[in-house]
Antibody, heavy 121, light 112 residues
Framework: QVQLVESGGGVVQPGMSLTLSCATS????????IHWVRQAPGKGLEWVTVISYDGSEKYYADSVKGRFTISRDNLKKTVSLQMNSLRPDDTALYYC??????????????WGQGTLVTVSS | QSALTQPRSLSGSPGQSVTISCTGT?????????VSWYQQIPGKVPKLILYDVIKRPSGVPDRFSGSKSGNTASLTISGLQAEDEADYYCCSYVGKNTFNWMFGGGTKLTVL
């Protein structure tokens, strides 16, 4: 079945780096854009970044621009999120999510279970 | 950019209809039909219930419907059921020199 599984979360100190991974299966990976969305404890959803189906387009929320980098490997069917200069307000559950239709960007129909990132000294 | 504006909470009785609003600006909701809605039961993963303002993914009951007028999108749940109690989030594409998405602050729906 269609599945996304995040990994790589953990506890890091402010200023440190972390790389999250989103492993996918069950669909034609190179036809779908993938988003990352985060949710701080007890808070709402916040859009983080998106990468196009072929990796040629990448867009970021202002809150992470210049610190986070999204990439994808269409052979391994994975998406990575490199997070640098982490701050306490980056603490959240990070979800990767697939868009609902091929070659589109809107509507996140398949979500992973999330991976928790805690930034604390 | 501020989050899209949603009521913090709403309630309704079983069988009733409720409408959750999502107010943005002419740079997002008002200018694009890329509005989606998500249902999140506490402790669970968000679930897509509408996209492109009015489209329902397969498996979502037709009790859930969407609309848009000006800068405000709306989610209407008809025939409210106990299982509809959840947090609901809208999300819109934000264009105009950017290529971002933005979520609303979320609405906690209580079924009385």
């Amino acid at each position: 079945q269609v599945q996304l599984v995040e990994s790589g979360g953990g506890v890091v100190q402010p200023g440190m780096s972390l790389t999250l991974s989103c492993a996918t299966s069950g669909f034609t990976f190179n036809e779908y854009a993938i988003h990352w969305v985060r949710q701080a404890p007890g808070k709402g959803l916040e859009w983080v970044t998106v990468i196009s189906y072929d990796g040629s387009e990448k867009y970021y929320a202002d809150s992470v621009k210049g610190r986070f980098t999204i990439s994808r490997d269409n052979l391994k069917k994975t998406v990575s999120l490199q997070m640098n200069s982490l701050r306490p307000d980056d603490t959240a559950l990070y979800y990767c999510a697939r868009v609902v239709r091929t070659f589109g960007y809107d509507g996140l129909d398949i979500w992973g279970q999330g991976t928790l990132v805690t930034v604390s000294s | 950019q501020s989050a899209l504006t949603q009521p913090r909470s709403l309630s309704g009785s079983p069988g009733q209809s409720v409408t959750i609003s999502c107010t943005g600006t002419s740079s997002d909701v008002g200018n694009y039909n890329f509005v989606s809605w998500y249902q999140q039961i506490p402790g669970k993963v968000p679930k897509l219930i509408l996209y492109d303002v009015i489209k329902r993914p397969s498996g979502v009951p037709d009790r859930f419907s969407g609309s848009k007028s000006g800068n405000t999108a709306s989610l209407t749940i008809s025939g409210l059921q106990a299982e509809d109690e959840a947090d609901y989030y809208c999300c819109s594409y934000v264009g105009k020199n950017t290529f971002n998405w933005m979520f609303g602050g979320g609405t906690k729906l209580t079924v009385l």
